[in-house]
């Protein structure tokens, strides 16, 4: 992302239900999972490790653009573990 769009992104995520969305897409995305189901089919595997991709890539943003958002970010999915 260009400076710009990490500044829009940065926004985004200052909003609560920015935050709140750019959470659930993440989650969607698999960007907080490490494991894949090898019983699956080929054909579901390279879907979920395509998705996965995008949601990675995704984090990285966040990541850029708002370095506490990210740490927040990471800290609500551990919360959510550990529920």
Do not use: H
Not at 13 to 19: D, M, V
Not at 37 to 52: A, E, V, Y
């Amino acid at each position: 992302m260009i400076k710009s769009e990490l500044q829009a992104l940065s926004n985004v995520l200052n909003n609560p239900y920015g935050f709140k969305i750019i959470y659930l897409l993440l989650v969607e995305l698999g960007a907080f999972e490490r494991g894949i189901n090898r019983n699956s089919s080929d054909k579901d595997c390279f879907m979920t490790l395509g998705k996965r991709e995008k949601g990675l890539w995704l984090l990285d943003c966040v990541r850029q653009a708002n370095i506490t958002k990210y740490i927040e970010l990471l800290q609500k999915k551990e919360g959510e573990k550990n529920d």
